[in-house]
């Protein structure tokens, strides 16, 4: 069984600070992790992935994550937040087992970003 | 990346009525599709795995008789909540993989669609 913790429901921060979203996984197997966004009454938009090899993975928007197995961590980082970051977050675990893996998905959190 | 369609993004619907709910790959065919629930301010949670051809695999605890889903092509699956109640609405969002190879290494979302039962 695999399990996602998002520490934080939500995170304020200011414009133009760093922006750092914690997520941590248990999983059985080498995970995938991914991070998506959503916006107000939208999906979700991925973020970015972490599937295999380096362990930096950049996203869209000046997003990144680092997977760190030592600590089954996957944290997301922004080094400067901008007022359109402002959102639900969510980090999510697979499997590598195939089109029918499903996505477990943490609770979230929410990304304040104030002037 | 591809593009997954849901249609309708809200409705409203009668206490007791059924509501059916599309979702759709645009630009590419998936032999897998999921559906989740999402309550507010809080995660989504899988209800079903859409299998082209085959019935759906539902989750512990979803009713597969009160949430229908059919997927019988591979670019639409459907969810159909029959004899809709209030406590059924919800955000109920899918999302639909690339085939093998390299399906399992993202998943795809439509943009939600909104029910409210009254």
């Known amino acids: 069984a695999q399990s996602v913790t998002q520490l934080g429901s939500h995170v304020s921060v200011s414009e133009g600070a760093l922006v750092l979203l914690r997520c941590n996984y248990s999983s059985s197997v080498p995970p995938y992790l991914f991070w998506y966004v959503q916006y107000p009454n939208q999906g979700l938009q991925l973020l970015l992935k972490?599937?295999?090899?380096?362990?930096l993975v950049k996203g869209i928007n000046g997003f990144e994550a680092e997977f760190k197995k030592s600590e089954t961590s996957f944290h997301l980082t922004k080094p400067s937040a901008h007022m359109s970051d402002a959102a639900e977050y969510f980090c999510a675990v697979s499997d590598q087992g195939g089109t029918a893996s499903k996505l477990t998905f943490g609770t979230g959190t929410r990304l304040q970003v104030t002037l | 990346g591809a593009v997954v369609s849901q249609h309708p993004s809200w409705v409203i619907c009668k206490s007791g009525t059924s509501v059916k709910i599309e979702c759709r790959s645009l630009?590419?065919?998936?032999?897998?599709m999921f559906w989740y629930r999402q309550f507010p301010k809080q995660s989504l949670m899988l209800m079903a795995t859409s299998n082209e051809g085959s019935k759906a695999t539902y989750e512990q605890g979803v009713e597969k008789d009160k949430f229908l889903i059919n997927h019988a092509s591979l670019t639409l699956s459907t969810l159909t909540v029959t004899s809709a109640h209030p406590e059924d609405s919800s955000f109920y969002i899918c999302s639909a993989r690339f085939p093998p190879p390299a399906g399992n290494t993202e998943a795809f979302f439509g943009q939600g669609t909104r029910l409210t039962v009254v």
């Open positions: 630009d590419f065919q998936a032999t897998t």
């Open positions: 972490y599937t295999t090899g380096a362990t």
